[in-house]
């Protein structure tokens, strides 16, 4: 394995380490008396489970929300006030006029047929009018539920001319119709353009508005995409690492803090990298020196002759080259291999079949989508670890896997003797055999969880020991996928 690998299991160590004393201080804390959630912590609450947990969707919002309260509250504010104010100036207006053309029909009762006062509503106030002889106003028309001009006109043509009248403003569109029940019992009826009465081009202001708005959302979504991308690939780079994977093409980019950010996780990786590598090449080395000694002194040995002590001190080193031999190849490890997509059930047919050869039962059962990211060598060899092991100390053993979104899950069943509860945390420590006697004899080094466990890691998973329902041992391996 990979000098990162190890590293790798090592920051995961120290995370656990940490979720652990987090978990001791919570529990701690649920024995304390808690106060009882309040409104506002509810709300809080809500507020979380309803908010994008993306950062993208997350700036969006945070955009668009002022963007729309405050176009609200102008619109609100301004163009009320504004439309209300224009609108009874325009009726004011327009009820003035009438008011005046009532006066001059008051004073020139010469103009028998009306033609002059017409003509000179027509001409000069762009009023068509016209009078009813001995009519009755029509009842009032239904009113619409909120209508400024029709309030704004009623209301100036109640304080300027105080006669009894009849307003249409909701008919025909472009023309309110108003209708006055003069003192001589005719009535005069005028046609104003709605347009003179009423200020209808406010509308513009708010189209105006709401387009300028979304021209300004498209900019803030072309610019914010740009901030966002170096950040998401920051985090699957360091997601890949997590996973002992490595993340292709990644280079700082984007905003200074990002890029800040993404030079020292780069820095981190390397020195993580580079220390382990230290450490793995001196190990490696040390080994390396230690078996050419053993190998001049099982020389030695040779050219002593033999006698009984003789034997035991050539068994012990026996013994001392063979544990030399698997720390090598630990600490070689399956170096620079490359993480790939690989078929998880072939994987765990071969071993099955490796077991059956070696006369034992076997069994092999896969659910879910088969294929997953791992270091296939690599991650067989932790399998092959767990199954041999199963199959020295049992006779049948069950391998099963399981895939979701987030894990792929593998046990190792077997109907051995199992291990006790309280050794289980010791047996991944290398070299530690619980039955020495047995396993000298079948060759094992205690290498084989260690080993194990450590690939697990630098998948960015872990392996856990239970009890089997076979009766003996359950190894769990799981790593993300
Ligand atoms: N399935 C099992 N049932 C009972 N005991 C087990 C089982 N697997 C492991 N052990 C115990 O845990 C110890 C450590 O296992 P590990 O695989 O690390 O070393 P090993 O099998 O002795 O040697 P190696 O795997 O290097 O050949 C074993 O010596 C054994 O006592
Ligand atoms: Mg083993």
Known sequence: MTSLDAGIGRLRNAAGQLVAAANALASAGATVVRPIAGPWDRFGRWLKSVMPKGLYARSLLIIIVPMVVLQSVVALLFLERHWNLVTNYLSSAVTQEIATLIDVYKTFPQDADH??????????????????????????GPKPFFNQLDEALSDDIRKQIGLPFWIDTVGRSSIV???????DANIMRVFAPRADVYDP?????????????????????AFLRNQIRPIV????????????????NFRPRGAREVRRAAAAFLEMKGRVERAIEQRTTMLAGVSHDLRTILTRFKLELALLGDGPEIEAIKKDIDE?????EAYLAFARGDMGEQSAPTDIPVLLDELKLDTERHGHRASVSFYGEPEVT???AAFKRCLANLVTNASRFASTVAITGHRDHRWLTVTVDDDGPGIPVNLREDVFKPFLRLDDARNQDEGG????????????????????????PLGGLRATVRVPV
Not at 177 to 183: M, Q
Not at 320 to 324: I, K, N, R
């Open 177 to 183: 119709e108003i209708r006055i029940l003069l003192p």
């Open 115 to 140: 033609a002059q006062i017409r003509r000179i509503a027509q001409d000069r106030l762009g009023l068509v009018v016209d009078f009813m002889p001995g009519g009755q106003l029509p009842a009032p």
């Open 320 to 324: 001392m080259a063979a544990m030399l």
């Open 233 to 248: 690939r920051l985090a699957d780079a360091a997601e890949a690492f997590g996973k002992g994977r490595e993340a292709q």
């Open 374 to 376: 791992v270091r296939p």
């Open 445 to 468: 080094t205690g290498l084989g969880l260690a080993i194990a466990r450590d690939i697990a890691r630098s998948h960015g998973g872990d392996i856990a020991l239970g009890d089997s």
């Open 201 to 221: 081009n406010s509308w513009i202001f708010l189209v105006w508005m709401v387009a300028t708005s979304l021209v300004v959302l498209a900019i803030a979504i």
